[in-house]
């Protein structure tokens, strides 16, 4: 098992305690698992996820520590996603997503936008006639690029910092948005009025993306 797996611990209803003995799990214990093993078989096939199964009632006191009490309880990571009642496929996906992409850095170049951003259009532009080999993910059509983003960028600038796009990293070193690329590639800047001066900004995105690099 590597370092970047990402643990899903499900604690079922079922098991035995004292004199109480539960040897058919219930139906939304059942519907969990097999919905977290579609959803790993589907969402996240690229991903690479210890599942365990363990019956509540033999170690009730485990997911408690963790503020899990209400079978079946659903753990990514040690975290409580999900209990009481079947589980949500979106949400485990984000959990798994934001998991694995705090253990593991980004190789390669990568531009998250959006089709509707005339920003990502911009620095797409600056990356295509720089020659610039880069992946393109849309974090409205791809769910998953959306949770892989926003758990990469809100270390790097502060969880009370609005996550904008662009979003960009070259050769895996964190630039920031389409100002910050412009400057890296020495171009014009065209500035961004409705974003102000925050941590993306022209001459401020650059140095941080190179630090957090």
């Known amino acids: 098992m590597t370092r970047a797996t990402v643990e ?3 604690y079922r209803w079922a098991g035995a305690w004292g004199p109480f003995r539960v040897r058919i799990p219930c139906g939304e214990c059942s519907l ?8 790993l078989r589907v969402e996240l096939s690229g991903i690479p996820v210890r599942l365990r199964i363990r019956d509540w009632l033999n170690c009730w006191w485990q997911p408690l520590r963790v503020g899990g009490w209400h079978a079946p309880i ?8 999900s209990q009481g009642g079947a589980m949500n ?9 934001e998991a694995h992409a705090r253990k593991t850095n980004l190789n390669g170049s990568h531009l998250y936008g959006k089709d509707s951003c005339p920003h990502c259009h911009r620095a797409r532009r600056y990356l295509d006639e720089a020659g610039l080999d880069y992946r393109y993910l849309d974090v409205v059509r791809e769910p998953g690029a959306l949770y892989a983003m926003l758990a990469r960028v809100k270390p790097l600038i502060g969880s009370k910092t609005p996550v904008t796009v662009p979003q960009i990293w ?13 400057d890296l590639l020495a171009r014009d800047v065209i500035p961004s009025h409705e974003r102000g001066q925050c941590s993306l900004s022209p001459g401020r995105g650059l140095v941080e993306g190179r630090e957090s690099g």
């Open 8 to 10: 899903i611990t499900v």
């Open 32 to 39: 969990t698992r097999d919905v977290i093993e579609d959803t």
């Open 74 to 81: 659903v753990l990514v990571d040690g975290r409580v996603v």
């Open 89 to 97: 496929r979106g949400v485990l996906t984000q959990a798994v997503i």
């Open 170 to 182: 070259i050769d895996g070193h964190y630039i920031g948005g389409a100002d910050a690329l412009s």
